[in-house]
């Protein structure tokens, strides 16, 4: 791989298949191997939107782990919301002949 001498006094080369300007002798291997590392962490967190699937950090044997969750919580914010309203509509009622 050829570099394109850009500084030479302050050691600073020109990659002309990455069209990049980097010091002379400097290695992105630990750059690219955390790249990759996040790259897959984001394609986990994207594959938590369907619910389905095994994902980095699981045991084995929980792949409707979020979809389960999913249904129990909208039941519990349900019938929260459905008590308040319940309970607003029982009191204009009540009260709202005085």
């Not at 600073?12 to 990455?18: S, T």
């Not at 290695?27 to 967190?45: G, K, N, R």
């Not at 969750?69 to 459905?82: K, Q």
Request: charged share 10%; proline share 4%; hydrophobic share 55%.
């Amino acid at each position: 791989m050829g570099y394109v001498l850009v500084l030479p006094e302050f050691g600073l080369v020109a990659d002309p298949i990455a069209g990049i300007v980097t010091t002379a002798g400097v290695s992105y291997q630990p750059v690219i191997d955390q790249v990759v590392e996040l790259e897959t962490i984001a394609e986990d967190l994207v594959g938590m939107l369907s619910g389905e699937g095994n994902f980095l950090n699981s045991f084995p044997g929980r792949e409707k782990t979020l979809m389960k969750a999913g249904m129990v919580t909208s039941l519990w914010y349900g019938l929260a919301v459905g008590l308040f309203v319940a309970f607003v509509l029982a009191f204009a009622l009540y009260f709202g002949g005085i």
